[in-house]
Structure formats: C-alpha cells, structure tokens
C-alpha cells in the first residue's frame, strides 16, 4: 500500500504564492506518475497538473490551461519516496479548492488526503 503525505495548504490574498508538498512512501517503485487535482465547493474534481518520473528524470509534464504559467510541478525521488511539489503563484480566488495529490503506479492510483488552498482578500 502507498502512503501519500500532503502539505502547504492555507489561506492567502490574491496574487500570492504557496507551495503543496506530496510525499509518497511505502513501496518501491521504478516508474510513477503524480500529479494533482483540486475540487471547489459544488464543483466536480479537475485535473491540474501531472509529471512521469523514470529511472531518475521527469518527463510527460502536463498543466491544465488554467493554470499553465502559473502553477509548476516537480518530482524528485529519494530512497524510493517520491515527493511532487506544486508551485503555486499569482493565486486567483478561483484558485479556492481542496486539492488532492494522487500517484499512479503499477499497483493503480492512490490519493491524498486533501489540502485547502483558499484565496481571498
């Protein structure tokens, strides 16, 4: 079974930055994908960014057009536990959601928790 840790959730002003950490551990993987999905108050969970990570390199990085020049997503791994970070700059309110860090491997996809990202003046 995967273990996914979310972290860096909070509450800021429009136009500022945060940073979601996912940690994920307990198997040993050759080859992922992360990535992570928010879901808004009475809306449907949407895709917001996904990286594939092989025998040390990144590849097949894909951001939702709503995010794309503002959100970036990166992956490393370190002693078999993956960690995928979203940057996250010039927050909008519509940027408001739980978001959610998965990471699909060849023992399917599993998911985080959830992290509140709320942006409001």
């Known amino acids: 079974q995967v273990q996914l840790e979310e972290s860096g959730g909070g509450s800021v002003q429009p136009g500022e930055s945060l940073r979601l950490s996912c940690v994920a551990s307990?198997?040993?993987?050759?080859?992922?994908?992360m990535g992570w999905f928010r879901q808004a108050l009475g809306k449907e969970r949407e895709f917001v960014a996904q990286?594939?990570?092989?025998?040390?390199?990144?590849?097949?990085?894909?951001?939702a057009a709503s995010v794309k020049g503002r959100f970036t997503l990166d992956i490393a791994e370190n002693n078999a536990k993956y960690r995928a970070v979203l940057e996250m700059s010039s927050l909008k309110p519509e940027d408001t959601a739980v978001y959610y860090c998965?990471?699909?491997?060849?023992?399917?996809?599993?998911w985080g928790q959830g992290t509140q990202v709320t942006v409001t003046s």
């Open positions: 990286a594939s990570w092989t025998d040390g390199n990144m590849f097949h990085r894909s951001t």
């Open positions: 307990g198997r040993v993987f050759n080859s992922v994908t």
């Open positions: 998965y990471i699909d491997s060849n023992t399917g996809r599993d």
